[in-house]
Structure formats: structure tokens, C-alpha cells
């Protein structure tokens, strides 16, 4: 039987994708395409993860936004130094069962969650 194995990419419009798309390169080191897409083959350590929440949810606040972004990363202190560097505030910081966590804006208004898994 046919099935969906795993997510195949985040898609979203905004006014300025050639700024948004630079943002990324700069404050999240996105290694950008010829096309100006980000093409992610090591997902070792963590999973990809499909998620609903109540439509009175405040998870994606400050963002007005419907959605998140989720980016898993390996090293989330010197993620957290290279935005920090860049000019960009942290949100919020958590540490817990399932890895570590930051949240950011991006310059679309779109909250991103970045999660480094844990090890093992």
C-alpha cells in the first residue's frame, strides 16, 4: 500500500524571498542552491515529525503565521552564538528529554524552532 515516508520540504510565500533567502544564508548558514533552495541529506540523530496543534495554541506566538519551522541542527550553543552575532535575539531556550531547543523569527514573521536531538 502506498504511504508518505517522510516530509520532503517547507514551502512558504513572503514578500521578499531574495532577502528571506539571504537572511537564512547569513544568520543560519543555509547552504543555498543555484535554484535558492536549501537541499538537507544528513538527518542522522533525530526524525522528521508531522504535528497538529489547537487552532487557540499560542506554540507558534510571536508569529501570526498558521505554521512553524522545525530545523534540526548539530550544535545548538554555537547555532545560538551565530545568530546572536548576526544581530538576531533568541526567543526562548529549552533543554529536556528530546533534545534541545531555541526559537527565532525570521524576516518573514515565520517562528523557527531549532532542535538538537539527543545524543544517542
Known amino acids: 500500500m502506498a504511504k508518505v515516508f517522510g516530509i520532503g520540504g517547507v514551502f512558504y510565500k513572503t514578500a521578499d524571498p531574495d532577502a528571506v533567502r539571504a537572511w537564512y544564508a547569513r544568520v543560519l548558514g543555509f547552504d543555498l542552491t543555484d535554484w535558492g533552495s536549501a ?43 551565530r545568530i546572536e552575532r548576526e544581530g538576531e535575539s533568541i526567543l ?12 527565532l523569527m525570521d524576516p518573514a514573521g515565520v517562528k523557527l524552532e531549532l532542535w538538537q536531538p539527543p545524543e544517542g
Open 39 to 81: 537541499m538537507f541529506t544528513d538527518t542522522a540523530g533525530g526524525f522528521q515529525q508531522w504535528s497538529l496543534f489547537p487552532a487557540d495554541s499560542d506554540y507558534m506566538a510571536p508569529s501570526d503565521h498558521l505554521f512553524m519551522i522545525n530545523l534540526m541542527v548539530d550544535d545548538l550553543d554555537g547555532m545560538v552564538v
Open 92 to 103: 526562548d531556550r529549552q533543554d529536556g528529554e528530546y533534545g534541545s531547543f531555541a526559537w
